[in-house]
């Protein structure tokens, strides 16, 4: 599930984890990974299980990488040895019971991988899987496409670097959904696939062109749960956010609550919303204003950011209602710069723990 390189395979330690170049939040909330270590040291694995939820279904809790460089880093969240991609997944689902694959945004799934996900995690983990970046009107590199999609496309797009959903025959891309839903049936015959979360870019604005393709979507996954997440404020300004939630309500799909740095065009408000009673997901970005719409950024640097007890406190509220209204409740940290994702990850779930009132 790795996220484009940010760093090559030998980097030591010192390199992955050293100070940012990018600018740098302050102290409490890029303390380094030694000081997130101590954090969880006092709560332990309090995201081990899932939380039993007022609905009578569960809260699962988790992080939206397990391979990042940063994390996979010596000392940082892996025990010393555990480092082949089944040894790290089987000691991750140990520790949280769901995780985000991030893997398939960039090349399809394959049946092999989701038999493999399924034979080296619990019977009762939970995969949710990002959606495929030409399943959401973002580009896709023509050479991670499978062999058999990428020269069933006329000439001039092989030659391309970049292709996007628009530009492809019919054909080509009905397959690319095919392709997709086929690679996760083994995860769904099993009872682990969770979602799939279709990520909408900055330039998807509201309007009834772009609501016909996220219904689109959820017709081609089919019976496969769907969770929607904005990254254009269009959609939740005073003109149309009572409409977009009546949408999501009327298709059951999932609003992708988030928690991310505010101000910016691709900016959506922590609006704490349930549009399905079959799953509620809520996402967390970071708050790192400096680095979020910054160019030339490595992804890990945009989301290189530790929250605090308090940022956490202000959703308990929100994901114990959400959970009183949907069956299944996903939350996961994107913020995943070594430990930080995995440290409030733990930290959530003892404050959701906690006796209320």
Same mark, same amino acid.
């Given at each position: ?41 006092? !709560? ?85 899987? @990002? ?5 959401? &009107? ?28 628009? *530009? ?43 609501? *016909?393709?996220?219904?689109?979507? @959820?017709?081609?996954? &089919? ?12 959609? =939740?300004?005073?003109?149309? !956010? ?41 996402? =967390? ?41 949907? @069956? ?30």
């Amino acid at each position: 599930m790795p996220r484009p390189a940010t760093a090559t395979a030998t980097a030591s330690r010192e390199e992955l984890l050293g100070p940012s170049r990018y600018g740098t939040p302050d102290a409490r909330h890029d303390p380094g990974p030694d000081a997130a270590e101590e954090r969880v040291e006092r !709560i332990g694995d309090a995201a081990a299980e899932p939380i039993p939820a007022p609905s009578g279904g569960s809260i699962r809790i988790g992080t939206a990488s397990w391979t990042d460089p940063t994390m996979t880093a010596s000392g940082v969240f892996y025990p010393t040895g555990a480092d082949s991609a089944e040894e790290r997944l089987t000691y991750y689902a140990s520790r949280f019971p769901l995780v985000e694959v991030d893997a398939t945004y960039y090349a399809l799934p394959s049946r092999r991988t989701s038999e493999l996900w399924v034979e080296r995690t619990p019977p009762d983990f939970t995969f949710d899987i @990002k959606a495929h970046a030409l399943m959401t &009107g973002q580009p896709s590199e023509t050479r991670r496409l499978p062999k058999d999609l990428r020269t069933a496309l006329p000439g001039e797009l092989q030659a391309k670097p970049r292709i996007y959903a628009k *530009d492809l025959p019919v054909e080509v891309r009905t397959a690319v959904w095919e392709w997709f839903v086929d690679g996760l049936e083994p995860l769904r015959e099993s009872g682990q696939l969770g979602s799939v979360l279709l990520q909408f870019p900055r330039w998807f604005f509201t309007s009834s062109e772009n609501r *016909d393709l996220i219904v689109e979507a @959820k017709d081609r996954l &089919g019976d496969i749960r769907a969770a929607v997440e904005f990254r254009s404020a269009s959609w =939740f300004n005073d003109k149309n !956010i009572e409409r977009t939630l009546r949408f999501l309500e009327e298709h059951n799909l999932a609003l992708v609550m988030v928690d991310g740095p505010q101000g910016f065009k691709s900016s959506v408000p922590a609006i704490a919303a349930t549009t399905s009673p079959d799953l509620a997901v809520v996402r =967390f970005h970071g708050r790192r204003a400096e680095t979020w719409e910054a160019k030339g950024i490595p992804t890990v640097e945009r989301f290189r950011y530790l929250y605090d007890r308090g940022e956490l406190e202000e959703w308990v509220p929100r994901i114990r209602e959400a959970a009183s209204q949907a @069956k299944d409740t996903h939350v996961l940290m994107n913020n995943c710069y070594a430990n930080y994702g995995s440290t409030n990850a733990r930290e959530l779930a003892a404050l959701l723990l906690e006796p209320e009132g």
